[in-house]
């Protein structure tokens, strides 16, 4: 499977193209429109979610519901545009008004600036932006919906919220009772998670958070011990790190894990027809493959980079002190990254479930997964 993912945070629109995705799946547009809607969702998200309803046009590779097996590509409009054609309207525009050269220190302004020629850090930030992640949460759905045929679920929440943090451990099925309000387990310390995001509003600041996902049903086997491109963990986790302003991946404890004795952090390992493990530290995966116990990572998101007191920056080219560009911006947007990292994770096991399974058609990969142990 393949994916590409296009369009600038205040252009027409994002576009995701996704390749190899097999014939006969059946395609739930209202599941699409759902998660877009959550990933729009979550307090501490700013004035541009009121402006934007998010919603997936099917250009191709689907005909009545139904995938063809040839690339589906999605269509996700920017209501924003009709604000911003005068400034991004690739046919011609004034490209001085929206200039930007106060480069705000966490995005991607300064870096990108220098790399790629340009003295208006909007050419950069446009499509650094998180804007791009409707497109890879559209897709996302669309590789959750297979993975589903197989028996194969992904579900995530919201952990901490700057310095509040829930350290209680919740099974797969709990999660569907996340609260809507900050995809959080613990009402309570969800209150206090949203009066932390008040402050730092109040205050002009912003905050990140961790979100845990977890994949339930997957069989042992997947991933790889023999070639380290294909180990599951490293592949997961650099999905999860491909998501904007993750700076950290956990797969089971974790860093936690360096601590401990060896006791405290293999899992033993029984028969009782099947073989199973006492507990699931590892998260799931061993030597690089999953081994048929729940998956477990964690992601670390900074705080938001687009302070409204600004930092310290120098402005660029010139080099003058200045303070940092803001105009709006979320607080906070760990319930949105929530929605996201399930559906990069949900993109890149679809792809390591096909490589080892192939097959054309769904039917196909269905009597292929059955067939494993
Ligand atoms: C973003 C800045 C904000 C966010 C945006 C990501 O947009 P704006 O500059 O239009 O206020 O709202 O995220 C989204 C638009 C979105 O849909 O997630 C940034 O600079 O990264």
């Given at each position: 499977m393949r994916l590409s993912t296009a369009g600038e945070s205040h252009g027409k629109g994002l576009v995701a193209i996704l390749e190899?995705?097999?014939?006969g799946l059946n395609v739930d547009l209202e599941e699409i429109a759902a998660r877009l809607a959550a990933r729009q969702s979550g307090y501490g998200r700013g004035g541009r979610q009121k402006i934007e309803k998010d919603r997936a046009e099917i250009l191709s590779g689907v005909r009545g519901g139904v995938t063809l097996g040839s690339p589906v590509a999605l269509f996700i409009p920017n209501l924003d545009y009709a604000n911003w054609e005068p400034y991004m309207a690739p046919e011609g525009c004034d490209t001085e008004t929206k200039k930007l050269t106060k480069v705000r220190p966490g995005h991607a302004d300064l870096a990108g600036v220098m790399k790629y020629g340009t003295e208006d850090a909007r050419n950069v930030l446009e499509r650094a932006s998180a804007r791009e992640t409707a497109a890879r949460v559209a897709a996302g759905t669309v590789c959750r919906q297979l993975l589903r045929v197989l028996g194969v679920e992904i579900a995530g929440y919201v952990r901490a919220v700057g310095e509040v943090s829930d350290g209680k451990e919740y099974s797969f099925d709990d999660l569907k009772k996340k609260s809507p309000v900050l995809s959080m387990m613990d009402t309570e310390l969800e209150k206090r998670a949203c009066a932390y995001i008040d402050r730092c509003r109040e205050e002009g600041d912003s905050c990140g958070g961790i979100a845990e996902l977890r994949v339930k049903g997957l069989k042992s086997g997947f991933g790889s011990c023999m070639t380290y491109r294909e180990k599951l963990d490293a592949r997961l986790a650099a999905a999860l790190m491909?998501?904007?302003?993750?700076k950290g991946v956990e797969v089971g404890l974790g860093f936690a894990a360096a601590g401990k004795r060896g006791s405290e952090v293999h899992d033993e390992i029984y028969y009782d027809g099947a073989f199973r493990r006492k507990t699931n530290r590892a998260g799931g995966i061993e030597g690089g493959m999953s081994n048929g116990e729940e998956i477990v990572l964690r992601a670390a998101m900074k705080p938001i980079p687009t302070l409204m007191k600004g930092l310290g920056t120098a402005e660029y080219p010139s080099g003058a002190p200045a303070r940092a560009a803001a105009e709006r911006s979320d607080v906070c947007a760990i319930a949105a990254c929530c929605e996201v990292l399930g559906s990069a994770l949900a993109f890149e096991l679809a792809c390591v479930v096909c490589e080892r399974l192939g097959g054309d058609t769904v039917a196909e990969m269905k009597v292929r997964y059955g067939a494993l142990s």
């Amino acid at each position: 499977m393949r994916l590409s993912t296009a369009g600038e945070s205040h252009g027409k629109g994002l576009v995701a193209i996704l390749e190899g995705v097999p014939a006969g799946l059946n395609v739930d547009l209202e599941e699409i429109a759902a998660r877009l809607a959550a990933r729009q969702s979550g307090y501490g998200r700013g004035g541009r979610q009121k402006i934007e309803k998010d919603r997936a046009e099917i250009l191709s590779g689907v005909r009545g519901g139904v995938t063809l097996g040839s690339p589906v590509a999605l269509f996700i409009p920017n209501l924003d545009y009709a604000n911003w054609e005068p400034y991004m309207a690739p046919e011609g525009c004034d490209t001085e008004t929206k200039k930007l050269t106060k480069v705000r220190p966490g995005h991607a302004d300064l870096a990108g600036v220098m790399k790629y020629g340009t003295e208006d850090a909007r050419n950069v930030l446009e499509r650094a932006s998180a804007r791009e992640t409707a497109a890879r949460v559209a897709a996302g759905t669309v590789c959750r919906q297979l993975l589903r045929v197989l028996g194969v679920e992904i579900a995530g929440y919201v952990r901490a919220v700057g310095e509040v943090s829930d350290g209680k451990e919740y099974s797969f099925d709990d999660l569907k009772k996340k609260s809507p309000v900050l995809s959080m387990m613990d009402t309570e310390l969800e209150k206090r998670a949203c009066a932390y995001i008040d402050r730092c509003r109040e205050e002009g600041d912003s905050c990140g958070g961790i979100a845990e996902l977890r994949v339930k049903g997957l069989k042992s086997g997947f991933g790889s011990c023999m070639t380290y491109r294909e180990k599951l963990d490293a592949r997961l986790a650099a999905a999860l790190m491909s998501v904007q302003a993750i700076k950290g991946v956990e797969v089971g404890l974790g860093f936690a894990a360096a601590g401990k004795r060896g006791s405290e952090v293999h899992d033993e390992i029984y028969y009782d027809g099947a073989f199973r493990r006492k507990t699931n530290r590892a998260g799931g995966i061993e030597g690089g493959m999953s081994n048929g116990e729940e998956i477990v990572l964690r992601a670390a998101m900074k705080p938001i980079p687009t302070l409204m007191k600004g930092l310290g920056t120098a402005e660029y080219p010139s080099g003058a002190p200045a303070r940092a560009a803001a105009e709006r911006s979320d607080v906070c947007a760990i319930a949105a990254c929530c929605e996201v990292l399930g559906s990069a994770l949900a993109f890149e096991l679809a792809c390591v479930v096909c490589e080892r399974l192939g097959g054309d058609t769904v039917a196909e990969m269905k009597v292929r997964y059955g067939a494993l142990s």
